[in-house]
Nanobody, 119 residues
Framework: QVQLVESGGGLVQAGGSLRLSCAAS????????MGWYRQAPGKQRELVAT????????TYADSVKARFTISRENAANTVYLQMNSLKPEDTGVYYC????????????WGQGTQVTVSS
């Protein structure tokens, strides 16, 4: 099993910045990809960004490209999401996600952290 703990959410004005962190523990050796998803009130959870643990290949939702940066610190089993030029539509609960593989694909989620961007 893998446990994920997010931190860094909060309230910020439009145009501001926040940095989210996600620390993984447990059987972290199985993790292949980590990422961030978000869910706004009344909407489905959506992908924000992902990064592979080997090679650091990244993917981003079109809505956050050039504003958000995902990075990793493998030695600390931690992934970060630097969010700049925040907009009110970035408001939501941000969830850390990890995908691992041991014979089968396993997926893990954090408890979520609230990000609120005021206009």
């Amino acid at each position: 099993q893998v446990q994920l703990v997010e931190s860094g959410g909060g309230l910020v004005q439009a145009g501001g910045s926040l940095r989210l962190s996600c620390a993984a523990s447990g059987n972290t050796f199985i993790i292949r990809t980590m990422g961030w998803y978000r869910q706004a009130p009344g909407k489905q959870r959506e992908l924000v960004a992902t990064i592979t643990t080997s090679g650091g290949t990244t993917t981003y939702a079109d809505s956050v490209k050039a504003r958000f940066t995902i990075s990793r610190e493998n030695a600390a089993n931690t992934v970060y999401l630097q969010m700049n030029s925040l907009k009110p539509e970035d408001t939501g609960v941000y969830y850390c996600n990890a995908v691992g593989r041991v014979l089968a694909t396993l997926e893990f989620w954090g408890q979520g952290t609230q990000v609120t961007v005021s206009s």
